[in-house]
C-alpha cells in the first residue's frame, strides 16, 4: 500500500507541474508568439515603401501597407 500511496504523490506532482508549465505557456509565452507571427505574415503580404529616404528615417525600417490590416505599420528592410 506504501508504494501504491507513493506512485499515487508522484503522480498528483507531475500532473500539478505540467498544469503550472502550460499555464505560464499559454498565458505569457503563447501571446508574443501569437503577435510576432501575425506581424511577420503581416509584413510577407504587405506592400512596402522600402526607399532609402524613408529607410533612413525609419531608423531601416520601410512603411508598410496591407489590405487587411487597417493603417500602416513598420517592416525591418530585408533586402
Known amino acids: ?35 510576432n507571427f501575425k506581424k511577420e505574415s503581416d509584413c510577407s503580404g504587405a506592400t512596402c515603401n522600402c526607399s532609402k529616404e524613408v529607410r533612413e528615417a525609419n531608423d531601416g525600417k520601410c512603411l508598410c501597407t496591407h489590405k487587411d490590416v487597417d493603417g500602416e505599420f513598420t517592416c525591418v528592410y530585408k533586402g
Open 1 to 35: 500500500m506504501k508504494e501504491a500511496t507513493g506512485e499515487l504523490n508522484s503522480t498528483v506532482i507531475v500532473v500539478i507541474s505540467i498544469g503550472v508549465l502550460m499555464t505560464f505557456f499559454f498565458s505569457y509565452l503563447w501571446p508574443m508568439i501569437h503577435s
